[in-house]
């Protein structure tokens, strides 16, 4: 088999997160993708892949084989585009991870001024608030609350972001409204989960000590549109990125408390840890479509937030 192949297999593999999927995605046996797999490791004299009966994860080789291989087919299918059409045309699917709240109020809306460019960019929008191993999910574009701790990605701030403590009107008038952290106690408190872990400690910093509190919550969700109606119906107080509800806040359907604290889900007091940033893979290589929309983003970015960060 050549080796434009054989990286056309290990990108299937990593894909689908396993060798049978794989094989059903190109039309191949197990026994021949596992073959071939092992034929490629002896090849480089190198462990491509971690393998158990449910999950794969590449290794340090793997994900820097893994790398080239999207680098160098995204550049062929550019180069045939090219001489099929006599134009660099810009196409391929966009793959974009963005939490709930900032997916839906503004990533979603700037994919479909991006389509209307670009109609030949299928653009795939995943909406979650968990993250992501972006080298093996197959995704392009991760959008998050802060960094991922991965020296192989790159990062670029979106907009500047804090946490703030909010809840409706409704709610302040019928429980009182909190003073200090502490009080946090005596109030209905909506927690976010993610990966599995309730984030029910919350950080508090002033000018003279670090608190933190563990809330008694009333109410669980890792999906943080969910935790942000919950607020605006009344249910409770939440912790939220300014972004996610300065709207809200402006309308004057929520309300903010204990605004003379920096807030977080962690120890940490960087306020550069709840910005709103871009990721993506180090690539020398970074396709055309990619590129592009990361400029479009960006751009947009600075329009839509210049008048608007509380």
Not at 167 to 194: E, F, N, W
Not at 253 to 260: A, I, M
Request: net charge neutral; aromatic share 8%.
């Amino acid at each position: 088999m050549d080796k434009f192949s054989d990286m056309t297999l290990f990108v299937s593999i990593v894909k689908n997160q396993g060798l049978a999927a794989a094989g059903r995605e190109l039309g191949l046996s197990p026994a021949t993708v596992t073959a071939r797999l092992q034929s490629l490791e002896d090849r480089y004299g190198v462990k491509l892949l971690n393998r158990s009966t449910r999950h794969i994860s590449l290794t340090d080789s793997g994900a820097m084989y893994h790398q080239a291989c999207l680098e160098i087919i995204d550049s062929v299918k550019e180069t045939e585009n090219l001489l099929q059409t006599g134009t660099k045309e810009v196409r391929g699917a966009l793959k974009i991870s963005a939490p709930r709240d900032i997916g839906k109020q503004y990533i979603s809306p700037i994919v479909s001024e991006f389509s209307q460019l670009y109609p030949d960019v299928i653009p795939y929008l995943y909406l979650n608030d968990n993250l992501s191993n972006l080298a093996e999910s197959g995704l392009d574009i991760v959008i998050r609350y802060g960094e991922l701790a991965d020296s192989s990605l790159i990062s670029r701030k979106l907009a500047p972001s804090r946490r703030v403590l909010c809840a409706s009107p409704q709610y302040l008038a019928k429980k009182g409204t909190p003073i200090t952290p502490q009080d946090l106690a005596h109030h209905d408190c909506l927690v976010m989960v993610r990966s599995n872990e309730e984030l029910k400690t919350w950080h508090f910093q002033d000018e003279e000590q670090h608190n933190a509190v563990t809330v008694v919550p009333t109410r669980f969700s890792d999906d943080g549109e969910v935790i942000r109606q919950w607020a605006l119906d009344g249910a409770g107080i939440a912790l939220k990125s300014i972004l996610d509800v300065q709207e809200d806040i402006k309308q004057q359907r929520l309300v903010t408390v204990l605004n003379g604290y920096m807030k977080n889900f962690n120890a940490s007091t960087s306020a550069v840890g709840v910005d709103l940033n871009v990721i993506y893979l180090s690539r020398k290589y970074q396709p055309r479509r990619v590129r592009l929309f990361l400029e479009f983003l960006i751009e947009r970015f600075c329009t839509v937030f210049e008048d608007k960060t509380l």
